[in-house]
């Protein structure tokens, strides 16, 4: 009897099953406002208005307010956490970004996925700043958002998304912008809700702790520190460095790639060193101060590079930062859980049976 059951599920009889919700609902584009994608900054800015992270966090709040953030594609590490922009541009009023991007600036925002696929950008609490993704922007004065990380990451999103408008032969697919503004998102209060909301609470906490994590995850001179591992000027250190090679002072800097043990910035200039951990340490340590290195001379950059004295210092230091790294995946896991229980409360509301369900599963497989 369930064999049968299941046959007769298919996304027209799933579609009706979403209409036919008891509850209150509202279309997403009365939630939120949907945005275009923003340009690249690396592509699209001039590099000298750029600056790094570190160099973010130490500005007052007046002037940090004034800096945009940017998500790139390679930020969105899991369905409801985003690494923190590594580039910020200096002030709001230069290019690339016009008046209908500069409103979404402080608003929040919540990724999420289609597949392995990042469709938008939406964080609580105002975690992080832009994405150039399609980014959804909570309108302030309306029910709560904090429904939308789970909702917009769930199987029946999921569904709707690929199967609610499907195309007929001839017409034009539906814009993807389109099919979010058609969704509707069930309101729910305090009894319908609960339980719901008590999963969904518990994976907001999560992410936004893993989300200071991968943030933690590159300050490795702060790791360093916290470990009580010595650091010295690149000149001084012990068995690290094998040639650097600056032909000409640094200009733009802001490209710093590693291959095996070579640290490779722009303009033909490289750091080698006697071990690939040396050259993680190196990279995620100069990604942090790429804006500082403008101008630098070999010499100069001997001096102001600060590295664990030792390579088994540096091992220490890598050691501590896979910690951080095991962190988040355990915390990933749960949240991943999260997302189910609070998915199964979703679908009671709708009234799901197992079969259905089932369907949703394999359709966002």
Known sequence: ???????????????????????????VDRLCEILPGIPDPLEAASREELIARSEWASLDTRRRNRALGFLRRSNLVG??????????????????????????????????????????ALAPKGTLPVSPLLALVPRLVATPTEDLPVILNSRLFHFYWQ????RKAGAPAVPPEERLAAFEVPMMNRKTGGPFREARDRLLALAEENSERLAAMDEVHRIAKEAK????????????????????????????KRRGPVVIFRRGSTIVTTTEEAATYLELWLKQRFNELRGMTKEELEMFIQLPVTTAHVVVVLQHRARIEAEIERAQTKI?????????????????????????????Q
């Open 336 to 364: 991943e859980e999260l997302q189910a229980q609070a998915e199964s409360h979703l679908y009671d509301l709708y009234g799901m049976n197992d079969a259905e369900r089932d369907f949703l599963r394999a359709a966002a």
């Open 163 to 166: 199967h609610y408008f499907p």
């Open 1 to 27: 009897m369930a064999e049968k059951t299941r046959k007769k599920v298919s996304a027209k009889s799933l579609a009706a099953r979403y209409e036919r919700i008891d509850l209150r609902t509202e279309r």
């Open 79 to 120: 369905r409801h956490m985003l690494r923190p922009p590594a580039t910020y541009l200096r002030s709001p009023t230069e290019e690339p970004l016009g008046k209908e991007h500069l409103k979404a600036i402080k608003l929040p925002k919540v990724p999420f996925r289609y597949k392995d696929i990042p469709m938008a």
């Open 229 to 256: 591992v010595p650091l010295v000027p690149l000149a001084r250190t012990e068995g690290i460095i094998r040639e650097i090679n600056v032909p000409r002072a640094l200009a733009e800097v802001a490209d710093v």
